[in-house]
């Protein structure tokens, strides 16, 4: 049995007549009646009895009858949620996003996001930039917020901001009236840094192999806002983007003498499926950057 015929069963019994069933369902009436008798020879049961003037449903029928209502009316529910989908109605967009920037960048994007769309689901995950990376190429990510270098090949990214990487100490510290501060005097320095997995921790990894320097860690942690408590009571300095010192008081940038700029990008699988809302997320994200 298919849904069509389920639907000519339904219309029959209700109007309990060939003709005026056919009529409803706008097709012909010897067309109805063979498609009633297809379905009755497919399920090998009589569905109506039959009389010159009326049908009525035998109790085979009505037995069929109420699942037939079920399931055509799982059907309506499907095809109405395919439309909502396609108005953008309903969904839900998965997006991991680092802890710095989802406490700076991110905070008025997603409410304007959620402004213009209501009714879609936004599922929010901060974790570092591999942890993203991975969550994206397993697929319990649709979307990521991650460094744009040494991107995985099968994501695709799009270019979201560059952002000065700085040292940052509290403002009695010795550095803090530098203009600038070389990786060697960054390092001389207690540090308090992010956990393995992080883009910032990536940075200091790689200057640190870089240039053979073995750093003073006196605190790691994925805690943002522990970091900047500990750099403003002086306990160790740090490197952060330079957007998250232009919203946090009692801290004081300083460029390194080798500036650092980092590309951040969102991502997404090159051959996984995009919905309408992840697409959404991505088109609103581009034009409010």
């Known amino acids: 049995m298919d849904i069509k015929q389920l639907r000519y069963f339904v219309m029959v019994a209700e109007q309990q007549n060939f003709t005026r069933a056919a009529r409803k369902l706008n097709i012909a009436q010897p067309a109805l009646s063979i498609a009633i008798k297809k379905l009755e020879s497919s399920i090998g049961l009589p569905l109506f009895d039959r009389n010159e003037r009326q049908v009525h449903l035998t109790h085979e029928g009505q037995i069929l009858m109420t699942h037939a ?8 529910d499907a095809e109405t949620a395919m439309a909502e989908l396609r ?24 409410m304007g996001f959620k402004s213009k769309y209501p009714d879609l689901k936004l599922s929010v995950v901060e974790a570092g930039t591999q942890s993203i990376r991975q969550m994206l190429l397993d697929g319990q990510l649709d979307i990521g917020v991650i460094h744009n270098q040494d991107v995985p090949p099968a994501l695709q990214t799009a270019h979201l901001i560059s952002s000065q990487m700085v040292a940052v100490t509290s403002t009695d510290h010795p550095l803090a009236d530098r203009q600038s501060i070389s990786f060697r005097e960054f390092f001389n320095e207690e540090l308090v840094m992010f956990k393995k997995g992080y883009f910032h ?62 590309d951040i990008a969102m991502a997404w699988r090159k051959q996984g499926y995009l919905s309408l809302a992840d697409r959404a997320f991505i088109d609103f994200v581009q034009d409010n950057k």
């Open 201 to 262: 921790r990536e940075f200091i990894d790689r200057i640190c192999a870089t240039h053979k320097i073995t750093p003073q860690l006196s605190f790691e942690t994925n805690l943002l806002a522990m970091i900047l408590n500990i750099v403003r009571h002086g306990f160790a300095i740090t490197a952060l983007l330079e957007l998250v010192t232009q919203h946090e008081p009692g801290l004081v940038p300083i460029p390194f003498e080798e500036p650092v700029t980092l």
């Open 87 to 110: 108005g953008l109605q309903k969904g839900e967009v998965r997006v991991g996003v680092p802890g710095m920037l989802g406490s700076y960048f991110f905070p008025s994007i997603l």
């Open 69 to 76: 209502h079920r399931i055509i009316q799982q059907v309506k």
